[in-house]
C-alpha cells in the first residue's frame, strides 16, 4: 500500500494526493488505499464495476473496488473517492503491486496496454 500511495504521488500530477484509509493499527495483511481520479471513471458503484471490469480484461488484474466519501485535501471537505482494498498475502509479491500500479498509471494518462 505504502509503495503505490507513494509511486502515484511522485508520478502522477495530482490536485488532491492519494493516502491510505486504513488506520494503521487495522492494516495488516489488507488496507485500503484511495485511487486517483480515472477519465470517464465515474466515484459511484457502477465506476467501481467498470473499472474492475477494465482492469480484469486489460491486464488480468482482479481487484476490488468502491466509492467512499472521505475528507480529502488541506480543507478535507468531504469528497467521494475510488478505494482499493489490497490483499497482501503469500500469493502476491511486490510485482503484483508493480503491474497494479502500471495499470492503474496508464489508465489515469489514458493510455491503453500494449501487446
Same mark, same amino acid.
Given at each position: 500500500? @505504502?509503495?503505490?500511495?507513494? +509511486? /502515484?504521488?511522485?508520478?502522477? =500530477?495530482?490536485?488532491?494526493? #492519494? /493516502? ?9 495483511? $489488507? ?7 480515472? +477519465?470517464?471513471?465515474?466515484? =459511484?458503484? =457502477? ?5 474492475? @471490469? $477494465? ?12 466509492? $467512499? ?12 473517492? $475510488? ?9 502476491? =509479491? ?11 498509471? @496508464?489508465? #489515469? ?7
Amino acid at each position: 500500500g @505504502n509503495y503505490l500511495v507513494e +509511486r /502515484f504521488n511522485k508520478e502522477l =500530477d495530482l490536485a488532491s494526493p #492519494v /493516502f491510505i484509509v486504513t488506520p494503521p493499527e487495522m492494516s495488516g495483511s $489488507m488496507m485500503c488505499i484511495t485511487l486517483p481520479p480515472i +477519465r470517464g471513471i465515474s466515484k =459511484d458503484l =457502477d465506476g467501481a464495476v467498470v473499472l474492475a @471490469n $477494465m482492469l480484469w480484461k486489460e491486464y488480468k488484474i482482479e481487484a476490488v473496488l468502491f466509492p $467512499m466519501s472521505l475528507p480529502v485535501g488541506v480543507d478535507k471537505k468531504e469528497t467521494v473517492v $475510488m478505494v482499493v482494498r489490497l490483499s497482501c498475502y503469500l500469493y502476491n =509479491d511486490k510485482v503484483d503491486y508493480i503491474r497494479f500500479g502500471d495499470a492503474i498509471i @496508464n489508465l #489515469v494518462r489514458g493510455a491503453k496496454k500494449s501487446g
